[in-house]
Every structure is written in structure tokens, then in C-alpha cells.
């Protein structure tokens, strides 16, 4: 895919024949759920994948005891729910439980890196959905360093689609898809899943999850200057083999 200017996804050639969604947290897949759906329902295979536990993003007085273990319960617990409401079924969900370190947050390490890999090899996507490597948030990053890593000796092509969340630094928009305050309003719904993060959110920011994440998507729009109150907009990266290939201008 070549690009002169951003690209509103419904004018793609091709859809996805198979995505797989490389979500650092368990919420990260909701983050990016208009484009998802629309691609789901164009037929498109989608499968889940959660890098880490998100314990840390749980306040201790969310669950009683406060323990790691109920914590990632908690996250989980949600993450199938807001999968439920999307229309995604259990099945097609994993929660890859790699190591964490002390702050429990995914560690770099070859065992991680090849756990990754196997799942890959499992689904064999030729889509990877996943938030931006250029990001405040140091799990996003090391995502998306497993991504391009691992896809090192595959013998098919993967294309990522990076997506804009509200700790992206920057990024080259190269796809976007608008959408309505009905789905605005769907999309919110899904996020609200997440009741640890909601009120987390409205604890610390005085706004919820829903309306953070909607905050971005209507940011993105005016910066397209679209007609449009909301848009996902993606950066896209090519891998085949060992050779990264980035779609610009």
C-alpha cells in the first residue's frame, strides 16, 4: 500500500482476510472497536491476543483483596464482557500470560518474544491491529518491538495497522474510518466495560474511560477536517520476512 494522503478505509481495495489483535492491555481492543467491527462485519476472521495482565491499571479498592491475582481476574473478567458486547465470541480470545516483572508489566525477554511468535504462527494473521510504537506508555512500545520482531522468519506477509490512542506522540495517518454519534455512543458502551478503568479514570481525570478514549477520536477528525464527529485513524506497516516496509508518501 502506497499513500498520498490519508485513506478512509471503506475506499480499500481489499479487507482483511484475517486479524489478529496484538492489544498490550485488556482494553486496547476496544480502543480501536469501530474500525474492528466494521471489518468483522465485512467478513473479516478477528482473534484477540492480551500481552499483558493489567494488574497495575486496577485501584486497590476496585477489588477486595487487592491481590495481583484478582486484579488480572478482574481485567479479564471485563475484557470477555466488552468481547460479549462486540460479538466476539470467548473462543476466538487469549490472554497470553507472559512474564511480568515486579511492577507487572511484561518483560523482554526470549521466552515472551516466542510465545508471541507461536501464536502468530497459530492464527497466522495477515493483519496485526495494535497501538502505536511511538508512545508514552512503555507496554505499547514493547508491543509493538514484539511485533516487529516476530515477524522475523515468517513465511507470510503481515500488515500493521497502528492505531492513535491518547499517549501517541506521533504518527503518519495513512488510514482512517469516520463514524457517527451512534456509534460514538456504541463505542462508549464498549469501553464502559472496562469498569476498572472507568472509574479509575473518573477518580484521577474527572472524565471516564469512554469519553478519554471518544476525546481522541473527535481530535483525530478535526485534524483530518473530515465530515465527520469521530474517526480511528491508523498508521500502516508492512513486514514481510526480516524486511520492514512503512507506507508513505
Known amino acids: 500500500m502506497e499513500f498520498s494522503m490519508p485513506l478512509e478505509i471503506s475506499r480499500l481495495e481489499r479487507f482483511p482476510r484475517s486479524i489478529l489483535v496484538l492489544a498490550p492491555h485488556p482494553d486496547d481492543f476496544d480502543a480501536m472497536g469501530v474500525t474492528l ?21 486496577v485501584d486497590d479498592d476496585f477489588c477486595d483483596p487487592p491481590t495481583p491475582k484478582n486484579k488480572a481476574r478482574v481485567r479479564e473478567r471485563e475484557q470477555l464482557a466488552s468481547c460479549g458486547f462486540f460479538g466476539l465470541p470467548e473462543n476466538l480470545v487469549s490472554f497470553l500470560h507472559l512474564k511480568e516483572d515486579d511492577t507487572h508489566h511484561p518483560v523482554n525477554s526470549p521466552e515472551n518474544l516466542a510465545r508471541i511468535r507461536s501464536h502468530f504462527l497459530k492464527i497466522h494473521p495477515d493483519t496485526v491491529f495494535l497501538p502505536h510504537g511511538n508512545d508514552k506508555n512503555a507496554t505499547h512500545r514493547l508491543t509493538h518491538a514484539f511485533f516487529q520482531q516476530v515477524v522475523v522468519g515468517l513465511n507470510f506477509p503481515v500488515t500493521g495497522y497502528l492505531s492513535r490512542d491518547p499517549k ?13 454519534e451512534t456509534q460514538a455512543q456504541w463505542k462508549a458502551e464498549l469501553l464502559r466495560h472496562h469498569a476498572s478503568q472507568q472509574l479509575r479514570n473518573l477518580a484521577s481525570r474527572g472524565y471516564g474511560f469512554d469519553e478519554r478514549i471518544l476525546k481522541v477520536n ?23 520476512d526480516t524486511t520492514s516496509k512503512k507506507g508513505g508518501a
Open 37 to 57: 467491527k466494521y471489518f468483522y462485519e465485512h467478513g473479516s476472521e478477528i482473534h484477540l491476543a492480551v500481552v499483558s495482565s493489567g494488574v497495575s491499571g
Open 168 to 180: 501517541t506522540i506521533t504518527m503518519r495517518p495513512d488510514l482512517y474510518l469516520p463514524f457517527d
Open 218 to 240: 473527535r481530535l483525530i477528525a478535526q485534524e483530518l477536517k473530515i465530515d465527520a464527529t469521530y474517526a480511528e485513524v491508523f498508521e500502516i506497516e508492512q513486514m514481510l
